[in-house]
């Protein structure tokens, strides 16, 4: 059972650099979201896809991009990469957008920006 | 400001033993919550959840209890167990039709359970 998976594990970035950050589910899911968590604190919603062909914007999407290729993925592009979005991202699926369905998660890719 | 809030960033509680973990929400919109938890290096798991609509849920050792007045929530584990130690997020979300299913989540609490 692969569920989401997340491509790379870890990236080191210099600032200025360019990176799509890769998330496919195998679970045949609607709906899937990115976030971010820096430390210590809570996930915060960058964007998301409420179903295939939609993406909307979250909580933080500055210097981000989105792209839900198909129904299976779902990529985050930083155009030009800033030390301050150094952090851990994770890419979350469930089925439909209905809130009493809980998200699955993959392990995350953490990123580190010079 | 932050929409919803856990207070303790840490819980430290010996085997055998409750641990409370408590949650507190400031938008009157929210009616499902969520906790998951999460071990390092991991992404989070979805452990229990609770509609408005309730003010208990109960799963094996966890249960979920739901004060609506007072905009809080708290996840108690029953008896802990040394595998419990993780980072506990609570995450609300809205029944609203432009929602889709977004969830907003506290900064966690880190809980260690002493053999």
């Known amino acids: 059972n692969a569920g989401v998976t997340q491509t790379p594990k870890f990236q080191v970035l210099k600032t200025g650099q360019s990176m799509t950050l890769q998330c496919a589910q195998d679970m045949n899911h609607n709906s899937m979201y990115w976030y971010r968590q820096d430390p210590g604190m809570g996930l915060r919603l960058i964007y998301y896809?409420?179903?295939?062909?939609?993406?909307d914007k979250g909580e933080v999407p500055n210097g981000y991009n989105v792209s839900r290729l198909n129904k299976r993925e779902f990529s985050l592009r930083l155009e030009s990469a800033a030390p301050s979005q150094t952090s851990v991202y994770f890419c979350a699926s469930k089925p439909t957008p209905a809130v009493d369905q809980p998200q699955h998660f993959g392990d995350g890719t953490r990123l580190s920006i010079l | 400001d932050q929409q919803v809030k856990q207070n303790s960033p840490s819980l430290s509680v010996q085997e055998g033993r409750i641990s409370i973990l408590n949650c507190d929400y400031t938008n009157s919109m929210f009616d499902y919550f969520l906790w998951y938890k999460k071990y390092p290096a991991e992404g989070p798991t979805f452990l229990i959840s609770i509609s408005s609509i309730k003010d208990k849920n109960e799963d094996g050792r966890f249960t979920v209890f739901l004060n609506k007045s007072a905009k809080h929530l708290s996840l108690h584990i029953v008896p802990s167990q040394p595998g419990d130690s993780a980072v506990y997020f609570c995450a609300a979300s809205a029944r609203v039709s432009t929602n889709a299913g977004k969830s907003t989540f506290g900064d966690g609490t880190t809980l260690t359970v002493k053999p």
């Open positions: 896809s409420a179903s295939e062909g939609t993406t």
